[in-house]
């Protein structure tokens, strides 16, 4: 079955700099676009990134356009979030998700926490 | 950007009820509005994509509806497992955003 399990969350200070991986199982990595997407505690869900399955288009939210980038290795199965200049509103559970084909958000994994505080 | 605004914000329903929740683009989107289910603590699960079609394995009172600007999420007979917080999202024009979320609760 579809597997995707994010680390790399923790405690970062303003400014600082952190990197989510998102390890997949299940299905055929190198055919599936991926998402990023956020929930800041009790809050609603943001779109965060979206990079093609083979990683030539890449899109991001305005919120962290410029700071963020995502990437994606099909030979290990992962993709990635590279986040700088960390803000304190960037805290939230960072959710890793298939593309369904379209744009919807079809598997989720069950995400990890970015704590940006001082 | 585009925009979704979803409503109502909480909605408070018994077993049984039919429930509807709508979502409205700031612009003409087509069909390409997704809805998904959140319980608390879980990650979101997708029910609804390209307006309305059912995800596989998505029980049928589940519906969706609507195309251009509005949008609506049908539950035709609430079950113990419905009460949660629904989203819309609409994805026909990068960035892809979500409505704001409906909480349904016991009435």
């Known amino acids: 079955q579809v597997q995707l399990v994010e680390s790399g969350g923790g405690v970062v200070q303003p400014g600082g700099s952190l990197r989510l991986s998102c390890a997949t199982s299940?299905?055929?990595?190198?055919?599936?676009?991926m998402h990023w997407a956020r929930q800041a505690p009790g809050k609603g869900l943001e779109w965060v990134a979206f990079?093609?399955?083979?990683?030539?288009?890449?899109y991001y939210a305005d919120s962290v356009k410029g700071r963020f980038t995502i990437s994606r290795d099909n030979s290990k199965n992962k993709q990635y979030l590279e986040m700088n200049s960390l803000r304190t509103e960037d805290t939230a559970v960072y959710y890793c998700?298939?593309?369904?084909?379209?744009?919807?958000?079809?598997?989720w994994g069950q995400g990890t926490l970015v704590t940006v505080s001082s | 950007d585009i925009q979704m605004t979803q409503s109502p914000s909480t909605l408070s329903a018994s077993l049984g009820d039919r429930v509807t929740i709508t979502c409205r683009a700031s612009?003409?989107?087509?069909?390409?509005v997704a809805w998904y289910q959140q319980r608390p603590g879980k990650a979101p699960n997708l029910l609804i994509y390209k307006a309305s079609s059912l995800e596989s394995g998505v029980p049928s009172r589940f519906g969706g509806s609507g195309s251009g600007t509005e949008f609506t999420l049908t539950i035709t007979s609430l079950q113990p497992d419905d009460f949660a917080t629904y989203y819309c999202?609409?994805?026909?024009?990068?960035?892809?955003?979500f409505g704001q979320g409906t909480k349904v609760e016991i009435k």
């Open positions: 998700a298939t593309d369904g084909g379209y744009g919807e958000l079809l598997q």
């Open positions: 990079i093609r399955y083979d990683g030539k288009d890449k």
């Open positions: 299940g299905f055929t990595f190198s055919t599936y676009g």
């Open positions: 999202q609409q994805y026909h024009t990068y960035p892809w955003k």
């Open positions: 612009q003409s989107i087509n069909n390409w």
